[in-house]
């Protein structure tokens, strides 16, 4: 049996006819960018993430570009955010000319609550927690690290539609950045991404800046950009927004049956945090020889992708920040270990059971 890493179509077909119908509307409506789909999305997003207002732009990396601009965080400021995250969260900082400073990561991937404090000093602006891999991070000391020192919250959930700490939503912390990128688990059907925010101005000046600066047509009050989403892919999501609920089930689902008959010594499976939801982005496991698992996996015919193989510090990217090997051993440890699982919509029983058997036998 062949067992690619993801397959996309098949989430496309559980809903097709209505994907196909609403596609057409859109189609047929003569309006394309931020209309009506867009902002009947933006209602029902603000709804589904517990916060006052949602703003669709056009992808994940510009989500989070356009709140850093918005909370006017730039130059000579520092933002601090988890050493393994995916590197647009660092992206997100950097363009705006503020520095990342990184934090290492607890044993559940998300930014270790107590290595913050010890990073704080007068220059720190906000802090960036992405919840990584779907499982929301533990938010009750960062919360309140950032009421102490007076920092702005910034959420990645571009791997969180949908997960909760304390039974509150990802996105609702602080503000939230989305994407909807077409493997995520609310992906459309090309870019697309959203902010989530319960400050009304914030919500104003993102909404002016995704598109050229102006608010009113031609009045254009800053230099903004143009990020916006269309109708099309917003059209889309309100489809699969129905759905996620359903969608999110499935990937638990999957996730548990993997938790309850991967026993596996060299496997180690990931672990939940109490008072946290997993969503189950991706399926990650750590292994101690992970070049040799991935190989056997191959033979196997099933795809397995490393999320991520080189750190942002580590990286060619961002190689000015001066940082060497071993300055970030835990980050740099997962870096080496982690290795996802096939999970996705649709998945059979049989292709589920097929991975779990490899697995054991490896
Ligand atoms: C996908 C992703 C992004 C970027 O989203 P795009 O829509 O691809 O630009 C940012 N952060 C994280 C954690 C992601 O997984």
């Not at 906000?126 to 929301?136: E, M, R």
């Not at 914030?202 to 269309?230: C, F, M, P, W």
């Not at 015919?301 to 999320?307: A, D, F, L, R, S």
Request: proline letters at 3%; glycine letters at 6%.
């Amino acid at each position: 049996m062949k067992i690619p890493f993801n397959v996309l179509d098949r989430q496309f077909f559980k809903y097709q006819d209505e994907y196909e119908k609403k596609a057409i509307e859109v189609l047929r409506s003569g309006w394309y960018v931020l209309g009506k789909e867009v902002s009947e999305f933006e209602k029902e997003f603000a709804e589904y993430t517990e916060s006052k207002y949602a703003i669709g732009v056009d992808n994940g990396l510009n989500a989070l570009v356009l709140t850093f601009r918005a909370l006017e965080i730039g130059d000579g400021d520092e933002v601090l955010v988890q050493g393994n995250t995916y590197i647009a969260s660092v992206m997100g900082i950097s363009m705006n000319g503020a520095t990342p400073v990184f934090i290492e990561p607890d044993q559940h991937y998300n930014m270790d609550i107590d290595r913050i404090e010890e990073k704080i000093n007068s220059k720190t602006k906000a802090i960036l927690v992405t919840h990584l891999y779907g499982q929301a991070s533990n938010m009750d000391k960062i919360v309140d690290l950032c009421k102490k020192y007076d920092l702005y919250l910034v959420e990645d959930c571009a791997q969180s539609h949908g997960a909760n700490f304390n039974s509150k939503r990802t996105g609702s912390f602080g503000i939230g950045c989305f994407s909807f990128y077409p493997s995520k688990n609310l992906g459309c059907f090309g870019d697309g991404g959203a902010i989530t925010t319960s400050d009304e101005k914030i919500a104003q000046r993102l909404k002016t800046l995704r598109n050229y600066g102006s608010e009113k047509r031609y009045h254009n009050e800053v230099v903004g950009y143009n990020s916006r989403l269309d109708e099309i892919q917003a059209g889309l999501l309100r489809v699969k927004l129905s759905h996620l609920d359903e969608l999110t089930n499935e990937r638990e689902d999957i996730a548990n049956k993997y938790l309850d008959s991967i026993d596996n010594p060299k496997i180690k499976l990931p672990k939940l945090l109490e008072k946290a939801t997993n969503v189950w982005h991706l399926f990650v496991v750590e292994v101690e020889d992970r070049e040799n698992f991935q190989k056997y996996m191959n033979e196997m015919e099933i795809g397995t992708v490393i999320h991520y193989p080189i750190p942002p510090h580590l990286s060619e990217a961002y190689k000015y920040l001066g940082y060497k090997k071993g300055d970030f051993p835990i980050t740099e440890k997962y870096a080496e270990t982690i290795i996802s699982l096939p999970l996705y919509i649709g998945m059979t029983d049989e292709e589920i059971e097929y991975v779990i058997k490899a697995v054991n036998s490896y």
